[in-house]
């Protein structure tokens, strides 16, 4: 049988889609972050999914893991500005998004903007904030754009917020309710390295940091050309009754007290549809959805008692046939 070009099956606007986004490039990008974050495939490859599916990253550890190292090695292999923003029980709404100053000289109000307009945003100790703040950028990450006295800013594109939790410190923190972990399309853990990796670690930074040798891969336009390529990822209707079906176990475990929303399913897609790009596919596989599951699933649910509800839904993977 004759090998079918890898169009074949697409309409115009997918091949339009695919041929504008320079995908032959996703490896250059991925080995780029990789030579800062040793040893983490797993957690670059969850955030350049939730890079492309257009989507925002929470991470959960304790400092000193690699956590700014990764959002600045995002940033600086795709040619787009960077922000840390350290968050504080005083920090004020207006300290992320920005504030309108009267200007006498002209006598009307200047927009200045804040941390949130940038291409990715560390949003450190999100949790420390108070749930006003938290809310303020939150609903900006949703909407992409922040309204301030009647008039609308759009948020740079691509944008991405990479927010932090400490799991083990919770004096003088405010836990993000479910609706605000919702705005998040995964959370992972970047767990410590294992020793080959952090003896590469201490060789490498010896003298200089790894990232100051990091060059630009991908520009903010290129990202936003994968971004629209995603969508057009094909995903066959038994892969698609798949999620239907791994979300509707969920919903009748006996192990969680909430399944998964119809939004959860929607944003499993898209993920799965992001990985099967990063993998150089343009149709969707059980394993995609299967190596994403967990991680934009696990915040989405709540457990009966306490249990780590990743665990879960790898339970629920189990359980679930995979379409052939």
Do not use: W
């Not at 070009?5 to 250059?28: H, K, N, S, Y």
């Not at 990008?29 to 999914?49: A, F, N, P, Q, W």
């Not at 920005?98 to 002209?106: D, E, H, L, N, R």
């Not at 791994?246 to 192990?255: C, F, M, N, P, Q």
Request: glycine content about 4%.
């Amino acid at each position: 049988m004759a090998e079918l070009p890898p169009t074949a099956g697409l309409d115009v606007e997918d091949v339009e889609a695919f041929e504008t986004a320079p995908t032959e490039r996703i490896g250059d990008l991925r080995r780029s972050i990789e030579s800062v974050i040793r040893g983490k495939s797993e957690v670059i490859d969850c955030t350049l999914v939730t890079l492309f599916a257009g989507g925002h990253l929470l991470i959960e550890d304790v400092p000193g893991v690699g956590k700014t190292m990764l959002a600045q090695a995002l940033a600086r292999s795709l040619d787009v500005s960077f922000r840390r923003l350290q968050f504080t029980s005083d920090l004020l709404p207006s300290d992320i998004l920005g504030v309108s100053i009267y200007q006498p000289a002209t006598s009307s109000f200047e927009f200045k903007p804040g941390p949130i307009f940038s291409h990715v945003l560390l949003a450190d100790e999100i949790n420390r904030a108070t749930p006003k703040t938290q809310s303020a950028m939150l609903e900006a990450m949703n909407e992409a754009q922040v309204s301030i006295d009647s008039t609308s800013y759009p948020l740079a594109q691509p944008f991405i917020v990479l927010a932090t939790q400490n799991p083990v410190e919770h004096q003088g923190t405010y836990p993000l309710p479910e609706s605000q972990l919702d705005r998040f399309l995964m959370r992972l853990r970047m767990g410590y390295p294992d020793p080959e990796s952090e003896r590469q670690l201490l060789e490498t930074q010896k003298v200089d940091h790894p990232i100051d040798a990091v060059e630009p891969v991908l520009s903010a336009l290129d990202i936003v050309r994968i971004q629209r390529a995603v969508r057009h990822v094909a995903v066959d209707p038994a892969v698609a009754d798949y999620i239907v079906r791994l979300a509707t176990a969920t919903r009748t475990s006996e192990k969680l007290a909430l399944g998964v929303s119809p939004r959860g399913s929607l944003l499993l897609q898209r993920a799965s549809q992001a990985r099967a790009l990063l993998e150089d596919r343009r149709f969707v596989v059980p394993d995609d959805v299967k190596s994403v599951a967990a991680s934009v699933l696990g915040h989405r649910v709540i457990a009966r008692g306490p249990a780590d509800t990743e665990r879960i839904i790898e339970d629920v993977l189990r359980d679930v046939a995979v379409p052939l």
